[in-house]
């Protein structure tokens, strides 16, 4: 904790000095805000591919991606969360 400390008044912020450090890019607008969005819908309900394309024009690549890593999974020709 001290080491910490005194650090911090040596060096502005050394995270940003590491040679892996990177700036996160925005959230409004990006892929990431439109798979939650997907997520917390489908978690209402299921839904069909029309109402998904009505969300964003990524929301179906998007969904079909979420699919694939196993957090949504289609039934009956609609998205639905896998439980």
């Known amino acids: 904790m001290d080491y910490g400390s005194w650090l ?7 995270n940003r ?3 892996h450090y990177a700036v996160q890019s ?3 607008g990006s892929a990431r805000q439109v798979r939650g969005e997907l997520l917390r819908r489908v978690l209402v309900g299921p839904m069909t591919t029309a ?3 009505a969300i964003d024009t990524r929301a179906p690549a ?3 991606q979420l699919v694939k890593e196993g957090f949504l999974m289609v ?3 609609c998205f639905q969360m896998v439980r």
């Not at 911090?8 to 912020?13: G, T």
């Open 8 to 14: 911090a008044s040596q060096v502005p912020n050394p």
């Open 75 to 77: 039934a009956a020709g």
């Open 17 to 19: 000095r590491s040679q």
């Open 26 to 28: 925005t959230f409004e």
């Open 62 to 64: 998007l969904a079909a």
């Open 51 to 53: 109402e998904i394309e």
